[in-house]
Structure formats: C-alpha cells, structure tokens
Nanobody, 114 residues
Framework: QVQLVESGGGLVQPGGSLRLSCTSATDLSFYTMKWYRQLPGEQRELVAGSGSGGSTDYGYSVKGRVTISRDPTKKTVYLQMNNLKPEDSATYYC?????????WGQGTQVTVSS
C-alpha cells in the first residue's frame, strides 16, 4: 500500500505562485506520478504527469505555468504553479501508478482569489 500526502495548498492572489508537495514513505522512483485537480461535481482533470524515465506532460489549460518535478532523496513530487488564475482553484490530488496499481492522496485545496 502506497500512502501519499499532499501539502502546500492555500489561498493565493491571482498572478501568485504555489508549490504543492506529494510525499510518501515509499520510493516513488519507479512510479508514474501525476497531479490532478477536481472541482465539486466535476471529473478530475490532469494537471501534470511525470514518467519514471523522466518524461513529463501537462494539461492544456496549465501548460507553461506549471512544472512537475521529483526529489527522490525526499520521496517527494512537486508541482510548481505560477501565474495562478481564479480558474485554477480546485482540490489538487497526487496519483502514483505502478504495476497496474493506482494510489491517491487525500488532496490539498488551492484557492486563487483577490
């Protein structure tokens, strides 16, 4: 069982930045790691993904404004978000996939508002 703990969410003004963290006691090096976001009543939307081999991909609505990265020494995956917009407000979830298994964190709330 892989447990993921997200942190770093909060209230930020439009144009501001946040860095979300996803930490585990498990070595995530071999996992495909992704960040999703979700609004109440809506489907989860892919924000960013990081393959175990170093590949990355980003959702269309955030491309150019977010960066996913890993720190294997800290067993942590980050999501750096810049130039935040009110429409980025959502609960952000970390996802780890390996060997047909998928694990989710509990989510961290991001609110972009003046």
């Amino acid at each position: 069982q892989v447990q993921l703990v997200e942190s770093g969410g909060g209230l930020v003004q439009p144009g501001g930045s946040l860095r979300l963290s996803c930490t585990s006691a498990t070595d995530l090096s071999f996992y495909t790691m992704k960040w999703y976001r979700q609004l109440p009543g809506e489907q989860r939307e892919l924000v960013a993904g990081s393959g175990s081999g170093g590949s990355t991909d980003y959702g269309y609505s955030v491309k150019g404004r977010v960066t996913i990265s890993r720190d294997p020494t800290k067993k942590t995956v980050y999501l750096q978000m810049n130039n935040l917009k009110p429409e980025d407000s959502a609960t952000y979830y970390c996802n780890a996939v390996f060997g047909g298994f998928s694990y989710w964190g509990q989510g961290t709330q991001v609110t972009v508002s003046s």
